[in-house]
């Protein structure tokens, strides 16, 4: 396998294994005392620098809002305003009461709590739309269903989803010149079960089509036909209003890839020096393409399978290019003929799928890609090879790419590796679908130096980084199917065929390239598995993070950019980093959660002038099938952060010249962010912090790899956040006593030891609290409550201070890094003249600030009632009549492992002041200043007479109720209660707010 070139009319071909290891221009002579390692050859391995980490602590933010655009492929809308979608008037109704399909909008991208609001309202969530919004499947009710969720006050909007935005916007381009012969893809819905779907496909078959097949993720419609457009017309609106398709869009043909170039990626320094078992050994490939000369010599017993189930004969020969046999080859040959022929991944095993139609030598497969590789992985393959993609729709994120995604998320130790397609214009977003999957590993071809000419360039057309590398992928001589009647190459090396056709042949392209990285693919997993001891098995994440981590930038350093995305591959970078001489250590995580609002922090000590690399990569969930190509695909928004000694901060994908710069913004568009420093560009030494957040969308585990020289530093972190100080009154009254609690947290690992605190009123120049602690355990959080009454009206400045002695070594303080240790707040103490009471369940005020606290705490009978009655008092205490407005925020409950924090409830609760909530009150000391009141508290979730019954869901659940002057609001008095629900006695029950 090779670089070549082309000399007296002949080709000239170097090993892969060469290749790897020296520059371009070297001959094959100088590789001939190389003897590969066979399969029983002793593992030698140079000392691996490779170890698991776990995040040191936990922290939480605010999530970003909402845009409030909801993006789609006809535009982008605010749909609280006009809404102006051009499309056919006939595309532009819903079946609301049919179909049940719908968008859903809320304030903040939260995949969870729209799962939540579903569950509570029986609605299914089908996949997301941007900008934070669902579409989904309401319940059977769906006109009261609607009504129900956009009363949530966590949903923006709710409204019905016409059938123009479940067409691609080529097909309604020509809606009024439909071609009369149509191929199409159809996404079937993700509620369909197994044997709805079959009847979905016994459904489009009855329609005027030669052939309809329905899996997982795509239905096909081959062969669509109608005398005219009007009849086209009929058979799409069929389909759009059918309520089990989500999206239609053109079926595109696919197309080999292949044309000239070459380069280097390592493995042979490799093998000399560092482990000589690195072949492959244990690791299986599944290779979607042409066919299979499956009797080559190279491959003896290698050959597990050729599969003809997906394609439209039933032979599996490589009748006519070859190119099925050549790529098996870059991976598996042996080079039994031909030592410059032999493949990366020699040990290996190889099922086949044949794909190509004989008679006109074109892949055309009669199933999805996610159902063949779905195969493959039952089949014991964990790496998919497809050298191969669509000729139209470049750059595009089409049903199939996102089919792709979806296989990911199902399979997540199986990685799809893609060629990016050849384009010799090389125009901008030029990127072959569906290598344009968030999940998969594109691949272009480079040439040793360069990004080869033909090489498709990027970016994909929402802006992502595509391709994510490239590989080897010109003159790459392999091995040459012996039945092949138009080979795609020209003959190399030496060994013949029983015929007299040479046993090998070189071509150039993405094609190649794409065998290559898989094949460097295969390695990497080998090494992460025989030589890591990762536990919890080897994700395509992981995999994936490793190679790009390594990447090398070709040429100026620039990366990322258009035509090589993060680089070239370097398997020896990549399995062995090193500075010089100087080994660097890799450490990887890939058994992480984040639920969004959370981050996780992992603390080291570096040298930071051997250069870092920080590589993260998750697995995204499957992007909207309705949002223009323009909008990002990204669905749960993870953020990588390092953080210097000194504080300094670089976000992850800021680059400039090949390395992170500060400054920027986060990037909310790909799944892969790197930070780089190359050698030499820093001089920091001490403790770095990695931080990575979830900053909207779903709970998300990620792969993280990070490169430096040093080592983990476990450490401590105290810190204060936006709630460390809570007042019990939002504005407070002079001369009330109130409760101010207060908090901090250890977001690290280590325990902290002691340390001092002090809480001040800098108004007021009082030191309100000074207190020692001996001790805060890792990842936990303390809370501390003192009463408190201030007598002067106005903005009081509060500041809490943590370890004011320094007492402490912490990744971030007044020190080192950034100052979290500080957090003020200001609380507006308001003159008399209102004042709400809780009233003990007799009806008598409280006579102390505890007796107070004590009334505004509540029990739920849950068992017996779902719904209670708060008796209050409304006084008023200025000197002239008044309007007065009363408000109820809504029920919130409070998580039991961060107190302070407060979350949406599952069930939907009702707050009515039975008396009203607008008043005119007299003057103090005249008759009716004061009223008795009733504020009755309903869950209207739950259902005691239901069978079974549903009850109030348990927690600790939270409300303010504020009065104000109506014509000055800052005149007020808020009053927080508390209602504890317990859990329910019997068995045979259901929790409101559940399914």
Known sequence: MVEGWRISGRVRALSLISLMLLAPLATVAAFSEYDNPSS????????????????????????????GLIHTRLGSFDPLEDVNLVAPGELMHSRLEVDRLAIVQLFVNDAGMMEKICSLNGCIVLEPLPDAAWRVRLAADASGSLDIINADSRVRWAGPEVAALRLHEGLIEKWSELPTTLDLVALPAPDLAPEELRILALDLGRLNVEEATCGFTLCRLVNLSAIEAGGQQLQLLTMLFDGRILFIEPMNPLRLMNAQASTDIGLAEILVSQNTGLNGSGETFAVLDTG??????????????????????????????????????????????????????????????????????????????????????????????????????????????????????????????????????????????????????????????????????????????????????????????????????????????????????????????????????????QFLRTETGISGGVTSDLVKAALINGGKDLGSPDIPNPSEGWGQIDLENSLYPMTGAVPRNSWYDNTQELEPGFGFIYTFNLDSSYGIDITLVWLDPSGSSAGPQSTARLVNDLDLQLIAPDGTIWLGNNFAGGQSITGGSKDSVNNVERIRFLPGSQTQTGQWSVMIANDGGGKQRFALITTANGSISPSSDLVTYEDSILTSMESPLVNDVITIQLSWVNQASLDSGQYRIIFEDITSGTILLDTNYTNLEGGKIFAQSIYHTFTTTGQHEMRLSIDT???????????????????????????????????????????????????????????????????????????????????????????????????????????????????????????????????????????????????????????????????????????????????????????????
């Open 40 to 67: 029983s050859s002793p593992l030698q391995i140079r000392e691996s620098h490779w170890q698991s980490v776990s995040p040191d602590g936990l922290f939480e933010f605010d999530l970003s809002p909402s845009s």
């Open 292 to 525: 299979l000369d499956s009797d080559h010599p190279d491959f003896s017993d290698r050959i597990l399978s050729v599969r003809t189930s997906y394609s439209y004969d039933q032979s599996g020969a490589d009748s006519n290019s070859g190119h099925g046999t050549h790529v098996t080859g870059t991976l598996i040959s042996d080079g039994g003929s031909y030592s410059g022929g032999q493949g990366l991944v020699p040990q290996s095993t190889v099922h086949m799928y044949a794909l190509e139609y004989d008679l006109s030598g074109m892949i055309a497969k009669t199933g999805s890609t996610y159902d063949i590789l779905r195969d493959a992985s039952i089949a014991g393959a964990r790496i998919g090879v497809n050298a191969w993609g669509s000729s139209v729709d470049l750059g595009q994120y089409n049903l199939e790419s996102r089919s792709l995604d979806t296989f990911a998320i199902d399979y997540p130790d199986f990685l799809a590796v893609f060629a990016v397609g050849d384009d010799p214009v090389q125009g901008s977003s030029a990127v072959a679908p569906p290598s344009t999957a968030k999940n998969v590993l594109s691949i272009g071809a480079s040439d040793g130096s360069s990004v080869a000419n033909f090489s498709a360039l990027g970016p994909a057309l929402d802006g992502r980084v595509k391709p994510d590398l490239v590989a080897p992928g010109v003159g790459i001589c392999s091995t040459r199917a012996e039945e092949a009647t138009s080979p795609a190459g020209v003959a190399c090396g030496t060994g013949v065929h029983t015929g007299g056709d040479s046993l090998y042949m070189a071509i150039s392209g993405t094609s190649p390239a794409t065998a290559v990285g898989a094949a460097s693919a295969g390695l990497m997993r």
């Open 805 to 995: 002695d320094f007492e402490v070594v912490e990744i971030n303080d007044e020190i080192n890094g950034i100052n979290n240790n500080i957090h003020t707040q200001v609380v507006n103490v308001s003159a008399l003249g209102l004042r709400l009471v809780p009233l003990h369940g007799d009806g008598s005020e409280p006579a102390s600030p505890e007796e107070i606290s004590a009334a505004a705490i509540h029990q739920f009978d849950v068992n017996n009632v779902t719904g209670l009655n708060i008796p209050i008092k409304l006084k008023h205490e200025g000197t002239s009549e008044e309007e007065v407005k009363l408000t109820v925020t809504n029920v919130q409950r409070y998580d039991p492992q961060q107190p302070n924090r407060l979350f949406p409830t599952e069930d939907s609760w009702t707050r009515t002041i039975v008396e009203g909530s607008q008043f005119t009150m007299p003057a103090q000391g005249e008759e009716n200043d004061s009223i008795n009141l009733t504020l009755a508290l309903e869950d209207t979730s739950a259902d005691l007479t239901a069978n079974p019954p549903r009850f109030a869901r348990a927690g600790t659940f939270v409300f303010d109720l504020t009065a104000r002057y109506q014509n000055q609001p800052l005149v007020s008095h808020s009053l927080r209660f508390t209602i504890n629900v317990g859990k329910v006695d019997a068995v045979s029950v259901v929790a409101a707010g559940g399914g």
